[in-house]
């Protein structure tokens, strides 16, 4: 028979993560935060990393930092954009990333404190000295005080910015309870492996990590940077190399537009600004275009072979112009149907001397690309454990969802491994895609058997910081 928890006795210490009070899960990353409760399908909070910043200087904004999409896209006088993520994925500006991430969390899944009964309006007037006590009670109340908290972070992440995680949750916040999980274990958890080997595609990184009995083989962990930027600045290069070079212009500058032919130059009316906006805010507002064009236009060739080789007597790149082409509109009507071009701006990732390149920007090492970083994770593992990692491959980050990301990466898995059974694990909804290791720390976080692993405020208070290194692996 269940025992019932009686209402005038409070739940032990041993019941912080348990069913009564739903843990939060936070995954930062150099894009966008995740944030949401434990339990649930998809996270309630996603908010950019990028930032606004406004220099207190310039007296028109009281604000410093602003947060939230509809912050960084709206132009704003001395407003600079930056990310407190370094585009390794781990943190560089603390005291901005800790104010982010408690923005994702306090802004869509924490309620507002209630003010205090005797400042409600109802009640007589206090007098200053009372006043002024409240108000200190309130500031010491921290924001989550009733939540266990599970945080994710790169393999790779440093010790000190490890402990600098668990400060910040117990000290800052108040958790009763925190634990920091890896993000290849959580993507591995989402797609219900407990060893697989995980490739994560994201704005910044490329990297595959294997993991195995749900921990982490540090010395098989690869990355890279031919990640999502890496396409952008492909597309980049495309557009303002391509004759005549095409005008990238960006929604916010666009007040109207007259649709025109494919290649003809645009008929629009451009918005005028009483000030210039920042080159930061004009490049992030054209990384959103740029988006688009991914998701709409790149292509990546699926096989057989590379898009630099062929049968003999014809090659693949000529295979790729006998395509139908797709076509694109930039927000000032400005459109064009893009050929084989569009097979080659993604190429670089699996085969870095195919890679677009300027003065600015060389091409990437061969042991950079996606099968290189494969080979060499694979071949720092133990031998015996090399099959049963082919046999569950996930593929994981909003990058992947490059059109053709999947069948290719399967035949160069192929090409590479033909002896071993090779399974591809690549969830087709876009959401599982984005956010498996929020997903991943969602299932972990709600698990019953998972309760007794929490790094307690207890155990924190006796071992300090260094705790999360012995626990944590």
Not at 119 to 139: F, T
Not at 146 to 162: F, I, Q, T, V
């Given at each position: 028979m269940a025992t019932v928890q009686s209402a005038s006795v409070p739940p032990s210490n041993a019941e912080y993560g348990g069913d009564e009070i739903s843990a939060l899960v936070l995954d930062p990353g150099y894009s966008s935060v995740r944030a949401g409760f434990a339990g649930e399908d998809v996270p309630k909070s996603v908010v950019p990393s990028h930032y606004g910043y406004i220099d207190r200087t310039s007296g028109q904004v009281s604000q410093r930092l602003l947060f939230g999409d509809n912050a960084i896209h709206t132009p704003a006088p001395n407003m600079t954009i930056r990310n407190p993520m370094a585009t390794d994925g781990t943190v560089e500006d603390w005291d901005?990333?800790?104010?982010?991430?408690?923005?994702?969390?306090?802004?869509?899944?924490?309620?507002?404190?209630?003010?205090?009964?005797?400042?409600?309006?109802?009640?007589?007037?206090?007098?200053?000295?009372?006043?002024?006590?409240?108000?200190?009670?309130?500031?010491?109340?921290?924001?989550?005080?009733?939540?266990?908290?599970?945080?994710?972070?790169?393999?790779?992440?440093?010790?000190?910015?490890?402990?600098?995680?668990?400060?910040?949750?117990?000290?800052?916040?108040?958790c009763p309870a925190f634990w920091l999980a890896r993000n290849g274990v959580l993507s591995a958890f989402a797609g219900g492996k407990a060893s697989a080997l995980v490739i994560d595609v994201g704005a910044s990184n490329l990297s595959v990590?294997?993991?195995?009995?749900?921990?982490?083989?540090?010395?098989?962990?690869?990355?890279?940077?031919?990640?999502?930027?890496?396409?952008?600045?492909?597309?980049?290069?495309?557009?303002?190399?391509?004759?005549?070079?095409?005008?990238?212009?960006?929604?916010?500058?666009?007040?109207?537009?007259?649709?025109?032919?494919?290649?003809?130059?645009?008929?629009?009316?451009?918005?005028?600004?009483?000030?210039?906006?920042?080159?930061?805010?004009?490049?992030?507002?054209?990384?959103?275009?740029?988006?688009?064009?991914?998701?709409?236009?790149?292509?990546?060739?699926?096989?057989?072979?590379?898009?630099?080789?062929?049968?003999?007597?014809?090659?693949?790149?000529?295979?790729?112009?006998?395509?139908?082409?797709?076509?694109?509109?930039?927000?000032?009507?400005?459109?064009?149907?893009?050929?084989?071009?569009?097979?080659?701006?993604?190429?670089?990732?699996?085969?870095?001397?195919?890679?677009?390149?300027?003065?600015?920007?060389?091409?990437?090492?061969?042991?950079?690309?996606?099968?290189?970083l494969i080979q060499a994770s694979l071949n720092a593992v133990d031998v015996d454990i090399r099959p049963h990692l082919l046999g569950n491959v996930i593929v994981t980050g909003g990058s992947s969802l490059l059109y053709g990301f999947t069948d290719r990466l399967n035949t160069e898995l192929i090409q590479m491994y033909p002896g071993p059974r090779l399974r591809l694990s690549a969830p087709g909804n876009s959401v599982e895609r984005k956010f498996a290791s929020w997903i991943g720390g969602s299932i972990l976080g709600s698990l019953g058997t998972f309760h007794q692993m929490w790094i307690s405020r207890k155990e924190y208070e006796e071992h300090g910081a260094g705790i999360v290194e012995k626990r944590c692996k």
């Open positions: 901005t990333a800790k104010a982010l991430w408690e923005y994702a969390i306090t802004s869509r899944l924490t309620n507002h404190k209630q003010t205090h009964p005797a400042m409600n309006g109802l009640n007589d007037q206090l007098d200053v000295e009372m006043k002024d006590a409240i108000e200190v009670v309130e500031e010491q109340e921290k924001p989550l005080e009733e939540h266990p908290l599970l945080m994710s972070e790169m393999g790779w992440n440093p010790s000190k910015a490890r402990e600098k995680s668990i400060e910040i949750a117990m000290e800052d916040w108040g990590t294997p993991v195995h009995d749900g921990l982490i083989l540090r010395k098989g962990i690869m990355r890279s940077n031919l990640a999502g930027d890496f396409v952008s600045q492909q597309v980049r290069l495309l557009l303002s190399t391509s004759q005549p070079p095409v005008p990238l212009t960006a929604h916010y500058l666009v007040a109207s537009k007259t649709p025109v032919d494919a290649g003809v130059p645009a008929n629009a009316t451009y918005r005028k600004f009483a000030f210039e906006p920042h080159e930061s805010f004009r490049r992030l507002q054209e990384e959103r275009v740029i988006t688009e064009f991914k998701e709409s236009v790149v292509q990546i060739w699926g096989g057989p072979g590379r898009l630099s080789g062929g049968q003999p007597g014809t090659t693949n790149e000529e295979l790729v112009r006998g395509l139908p082409g797709r076509p694109f509109e930039m927000p000032d009507g400005w459109n064009q149907v893009f050929g084989a071009e569009r097979f080659r701006i993604a190429e670089g990732i699996f085969d870095a001397k195919m890679a677009l390149t300027s003065s600015e920007h060389p091409a990437p090492s061969p042991d950079q690309t996606l099968p290189a």
